[in-house]
Each structure stands twice: as C-alpha cells, then as structure tokens.
C-alpha cells in the first residue's frame, strides 16, 4: 500500500474569556515522538520523504499523499539517511533523504512544501515540517560548531554531540510573532515584495535574543509598519518549517500612530475594512486564522 484514505479531525475552541470567537485547529495531535525505531522493520509505516528538500508524495489522485509502506528499498528508493520520528495513531513515521542520483518509482510524484500547506490536513503537514526539519538539522550539524571534530546522534535524545568537547546541538527552532493588528472593523495588513500579486497578511518577524514575546509584538509592529499598540492578546500557534520557525500568533489593538513603512520589510501596508479585505492567506495558516476569529467576534457583537 502506498497512500491511505484519512480522516480531517477538526473542532473548534474558545477563547478564554470569549466564547463567541471560535478558530478551526486540529483537534489532537496524537504523536509520541520517539528516537528508537521499534525493532521490526516489517511493518508498514508513514515514509515523510524527501528528494533535494522537497517532499515526495504518492502521486495521482489519492487522499493521503503520504507514502506508506514497510520497505523503501521494495518500493523501489534509495535512501541516503533516515530518522525514526515516532508514532503517529499509533503507526511509526520516518523521515528520509532520498538519493539524488538513484533510480525513482514512478507512481511518486516531487511537490512542494507550501503546496502541501494547502493540500494536507493540520497534522499531516505538521509531521511533514517535523521531518523537513529534521533532516535539515541532521545536514547542518555534521560537525561540532566549536571544534571541526565530526559530531555522533546522542542515544536517547534527538540531539547530536561532539565526541570530543561535549557540545550538545538540539534541532533548531526559530520563534516567530504573528499579529493581527486591529482597530474596531478595521485590519492592518502589509505585504511583502516576495508575496504573489495582490496577496497582504498579518505582521510577522522573529524574536530578538533577550527579548520577550511581547516586546517582539510591539516592537516588530512598529518597526515595520510605525503604529504602536495598546492590548495584545495571544490566540495559537502554528509550527512553520519554512524553514524552522515557530509561530506565536496574536490578536492586537491599534493604540496610536499613523502607517508608515519599512521598505526594508514590505512594500505597502494599509487598514482594510473587514468587509472589503483583499486577498489574504488561504485556510490552514495561522494569519488566516486570526484574520477569521477578529471578524467571528465581530459579527458575534453586531
Ligand atoms: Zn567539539
């Protein structure tokens, strides 16, 4: 078998304090994260695959492009380095770097990470990120920082240490603010020259060292677009490995100031009515989100 049907758990939860704002999110995630690969290896497991950074999927019409199968090399790949990321509904999930110069099985397909954003249901485009990171921390840490020497996996943690000084590299997460800054019925959105055309979405930038989520938010907000907030409201989080990014979103109200860019940064923000908004980020991600919930609890109050 090489690609299942799947079933989109979605719910809905409250904001404390705010029953009338619901935001759609996977319900649970149900994975133990693990670093021993159980000791059979006959068994069929989730294959999170990647050829030259990007995913390989079961190709033509299927529900869950996710490969599935017990041996790579009866499918027909050559996999270069593999990690076992633990138990996803209680079935294992690898990660693997395929051979860029191996033959490829034809019923696969190469996609693209942000196409999967939009294509795959919460959780399976979160063990896809888990496994683009992974592998991509595993390529980058092949040698101590301090001292050259070729670093060794740590046996029981997801962690690789230099055999010579001790020094200890975890995979690495870069934290991020999201925000939605609001005034009445109007958003701010700014758009980035790297956006397609016609696209603007909530701020975002990440966090200095030695500073506070909170500061990130006021102090990104007013570098990048020159408004200063007043309450700042922290709704979700989505993790985002474009490429190790975790983003902490939230929900701001406009205090004082008028628009004035970084043009560093984006190249155009504006307030927007939230019955006239342009085109903003698809389903899935966490700026559509907060774009949604801001204007639920609007229409909520009316
Ligand atoms: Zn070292």
């Not at 990171?133 to 943690?157: E, K, M, N, V």
């Not at 690495?172 to 959105?189: F, N």
């Not at 956006?195 to 907000?221: C, D, K």
Request: charged share 20%.
């Amino acid at each position: 078998m090489i690609g299942r049907d799947y079933s989109l758990v979605a719910s809905s939860f409250s904001i404390p304090g705010d029953r009338n704002c619901t935001v759609t999110h996977m319900a649970q995630f149900d994975f133990i994260p693990g670093v021993r690969a159980p000791t059979s290896n006959d068994t069929p497991a989730n294959w999170l695959m990647f050829l030259n950074d990007k995913p390989v999927i079961v190709g033509g019409d299927v529900k869950n492009p996710i490969p599935y199968f017990d041996k790579p090399s009866r499918m027909g790949f050559t996999i270069q380095n593999r990690f076992y990321l633990g138990l996803f509904r209680g079935e294992a999930c690898y990660a693997a770097s395929l051979d860029p110069l191996a033959d490829f099985p034809m019923e696969f397909t190469v996609s693209d990470m942000k196409l999967m954003l939009a294509q795959l249901p919460g959780e399976w485009f979160q063990l896809l990120g888990l496994a683009q990171q992974i592998l991509s921390w595993d390529r980058h840490h092949r040698y101590c920082g301090a001292c050259g020497a070729p670093t060794h996996f740590h046996p029981a943690d997801r962690a690789k240490v230099c055999p010579d000084c001790g020094l200890t590299n975890y995979p690495r997460l870069s934290p991020c603010i999201i925000t939605l800054v609001t005034h009445e019925d109007k958003v701010l959105l700014g758009r980035s020259p790297k956006f397609i055309p016609g696209l603007y979405s909530t701020l975002a930038g990440y966090i200095e060292p030695g500073e506070t989520v909170e500061q990130a938010v006021h102090r990104e907000v007013k570098e990048e677009v020159g408004v200063e907030l007043g309450k700042l409201e922290y709704v979700k989080s989505q993790p985002w490995p474009f490429p190790h990014s975790l983003m902490l979103g939230f929900i701001a109200e406009y205090h004082q100031g008028d628009i004035c860019i970084d043009d560093d940064e984006i190249e155009d923000a504006q307030w927007w009515h939230i019955d006239e908004l342009p085109l903003i980020p698809p389903q899935g991600t966490i700026s559509r989100a907060l774009i949604d919930c801001h204007i639920e609890r609007l229409k909520a109050r009316a």
